[in-house]
């Protein structure tokens, strides 16, 4: 009877360890697919982040001889004003020359205050590049630019909104931007200025 009983403990025992082992398996396999559904799921967001970054890049691969810096000048009304420009994700003017719109706008009694306050107005766009043989072609997106400036001893904010119809050119081989602006509308402290005669800024640039 003892040795019976032995029998069975020992059998019993070994089905409980090839039960131990058949689940330690499953754990190893469950474990082991989870690793790889979470190292799935990390690269598939990768190539999404990637992806989306590529459709926001304005510039195509045969486009990028356009980016970098630039020195030249905008032509207002036959004045010419020197500013740098920077074309990478926007295109960035240094300093847009304001005085054109302010003498458009204020009269002579108070110009030469409201010139006195002005101070450099950096402004940018967005912008999409297209490639041909001999030249880039960008349609620009102009935003509202914002001033401010002093009349009468008070200050006043401006706002100045251009044409959509914005565009611009770089030739590649003379290394050469130019760009067109119109600033149709003007605004002081939310009140539109009426007549106003349309401004157009002309830029041209060379490649540092």
């Known amino acids: 009877m003892q040795d019976i009983a032995k029998i069975g403990f020992l059998y019993m025992s070994t089905q409980d360890i090839l039960l131990f082992n058949l ?7 469950n474990k082991l697919f989870k690793s790889l559904l979470f190292m799935f799921c990390c690269l598939s967001t990768l190539a999404l982040v990637s992806c989306d970054n590529d459709d926001n890049d304005p510039v195509p691969s045969n486009a990028k001889e356009v980016l970098g810096d630039y020195t030249g000048t ?38 030469e205050e409201a010139l006195k306050s002005l101070k450099e107005t950096p402004y940018s766009m967005d912008y999409n590049a297209s490639a041909t043989d001999k030249a880039i072609a ?30 611009g050119s770089y030739v590649i081989a003379d290394k050469a931007l130019a760009l067109t602006l119109k600033a149709e509308s003007i605004s002081i402290d939310g009140t539109k200025v009426s007549p106003f ?6 830029l041209a640039a060379k490649k540092k």
Do not use: C, W, Y
């Not at 689940?23 to 396999?29: A, N, T």
């Not at 005669?197 to 002309?202: R, S």
């Open 23 to 29: 689940k330690r398996k499953k754990m190893k396999s």
């Open 74 to 111: 905008i032509t207002v009304n036959s004045n010419k004003e020197s500013v740098g420009v920077n074309i990478n994700k926007t295109v960035a003017i240094s300093a847009f020359p304001i005085k054109e719109i302010v003498t458009a706008v204020v009269d002579k009694t108070h110009q």
């Open 138 to 167: 960008l349609s620009l997106t102009p935003k509202e630019l914002d001033f401010d400036m002093t009349v009468g001893g008070k200050s006043q904010k401006v706002k100045v909104t251009f044409a959509s119809s914005a565009t």
């Open 197 to 202: 005669t349309a401004i157009d800024f002309v």
